[in-house]
Each structure stands twice: as C-alpha cells, then as structure tokens.
C-alpha cells in the first residue's frame, strides 16, 4: 500500500515563498510518476506539477511555470515543490498524487493521494 504524506504548508505574504514536500512510502516508485494538484474552495482540483520519479522530466501548469518547480529525492523517497513569487491565486490545499502510468494532468487517473496541506497566500 503507498502512503504519501504532505507537509510544509502555511501562510505567507505575496510575493513569498514555501517548498512542500510529499514523502512517499510502502513500495519502491522506479516508474512512477508523482504529481501535484491543487484545490482552492469552490473550485475543482487542478493539476501543478509533475515529475517522473526516475528521471528528470517534468511538466507544469501554466500559471505557475516559471514560479514553481518540482524535483525528488530518491534517497529520501520524496518529492518536492518549490514555490516562489506567490499569489493569492495560488491559496488553496496542496495534494500530492501518484500512478504507475503514462502521463497525466487528470485527478481521476492518479491512484494514490496523500491529505493535503493548506497553503495560504496574503495580499
């Protein structure tokens, strides 16, 4: 059974900065790929981010490509996300996801999902 665990969410001020981490267990994730999506209240869930967990190519949404970027540590088991330059627009719970596929920027097709974290941005 995967388990993955959010942390590193907050509240922070426009134009801040917060890197949440997503630690992964229960199987070894050699061809997984893990992802980010994001919920704002009222709204429905968004894709973010996503990196292949054995190798270097990710792909990000484009309204935060440029502030955001994503990477893992194999050895840690976990996956991060670097977020600067902060909006009010990005408020919303932070979900980290995984699949053992293909790419997707689909909530649906992602197996596992971690709690979420709230991340809060002040004007």
């Known amino acids: 059974q995967v388990q993955l665990v959010e942390s590193g969410g907050g509240l922070v001020q426009a134009g801040g900065s917060l890197r949440l981490s997503c630690a992964a267990s229960?199987?070894?994730?050699?061809?997984?790929?893990v992802a980010w999506f994001r919920q704002a209240p009222g709204k429905e869930r968004e894709f973010v981010a996503r990196?292949?967990?054995?190798?270097?190519?990710?792909a990000y949404a484009e309204s935060v490509r440029g502030r955001f970027t994503i990477s893992r540590d194999n050895a840690k088991n976990t996956v991060y996300l670097q977020m600067t330059k902060l909006e009010p627009e990005d408020t919303a719970v932070y979900y980290c996801?995984?699949?053992?596929?293909?790419?997707?920027?689909?909530?649906?097709?992602?197996?596992?999902w971690g709690q979420g974290t709230q991340v809060t941005v002040s004007s």
């Open positions: 996801a995984a699949r053992n596929a293909g790419w997707s920027a689909i909530p649906s097709e992602y197996t596992y």
């Open positions: 229960g199987r070894t994730f050699s061809n997984y790929i």
């Open positions: 990196v292949l967990w054995s190798g270097s190519t990710t």
